[in-house]
């Protein structure tokens, strides 16, 4: 199979992954907010890592630290800016009581209500999604397959939250259960295999692209972790949770990334 077709198909697991967020919807099953937060602090470690040994530390090596570190501040301010644009993940996650289910008050709000909010929820996860595709597209057309493998099990691994963040307004405004899938499972796959593949055509019309790129793809994933997936985990009463998750999830990704580096 040649580069860019495993790309296509590696892009399009990691991004297909976000639909296993929408099974405990499905099921009726109410999280609550100990497992959700862990979750998210799990997902947050294993991002933070990444952007460490899967992007920033690669990119060095093929690059100059003035190069990553440029794109560690596009990408992070550019998050921002685009959280300026869409409502802050964290806010809508607080309404949710439980995570898992709607509350008393969800329960009298209109549906339109409730599909505008998982509109922005969705707008805000292809947001975060982009820069990861991004990525990986680069990755395998500069020949650092290793990385993209490791960026694909990362991304993959943090999609599943994501998923779910999109599913529960979804499935809470009446949609059909078949839709929910579909919708969710789009949310994540779409943008990331879009952005893969405007990563790979970059570096066909611009050598030495990766280095800015992969510093890119780290700051904005930085910017998530600190400004969506940190605030959201802490704000219910289990930051121990979360904190104790994030370090598993930092440990998993150097494992991961040890292994496969072998």
Do not use: C
Not at 78 to 83: A, E, I, Q
Not at 240 to 245: E, I
């Amino acid at each position: 199979m040649d580069p860019f077709a495993t790309m296509l198909l590696v892009t399009s697991v990691a991004g297909l992954a976000t639909g296993l967020g929408a099974v405990p919807t499905l099921l009726g099953t109410r999280v609550s907010h100990r497992v959700y937060d862990a979750a998210l602090g799990l997902a947050a470690g294993i991002m933070v890592a990444a952007s460490v040994f899967g992007l920033i530390i690669p990119g060095l090596d093929q690059g100059t630290i003035w190069q990553v570190s440029a794109g560690v501040f596009v990408g992070g301010f550019g998050l921002l800016v685009g959280n300026r644009l869409i409502p802050h993940l964290h806010v809508e996650y607080a309404r949710w009581k439980g995570h898992g289910g709607a509350d008393d008050e969800d329960d009298h709000r209109p549906i339109d209500d409730r599909l505008r909010r998982a509109v922005l929820v969705g707008g805000a996860i292809t947001l975060h999604n982009a820069p990861e595709g991004l990525a990986m597209g680069i990755a395998f057309a500069s020949g650092l397959e290793e990385v993209a493998y490791v960026l694909a099990i990362v991304i993959g691994l943090q999609n599943v939250p994501d998923g779910f963040a999109f599913a529960v307004p979804v499935h809470q405004a009446g949609v059909s259960t078949r839709k929910v899938v579909a919708y969710t499972t789009l949310s994540g796959a779409v943008p990331q295999v879009l952005a893969s593949t405007v990563g790979y055509g970059l570096v066909a019309v611009a050598e030495g692209v990766f280095p800015v790129a992969a510093g890119f793809a780290a700051g904005a994933m930085l910017g998530v972790v600190f400004r969506e997936m940190i605030p959201s985990s802490h704000g219910h009463g289990y930051a121990d949770a979360a904190t104790a998750a994030f370090l598993v999830g930092f440990v998993l990704l150097v494992v991961v990334d040890a292994v496969v580096a072998v």
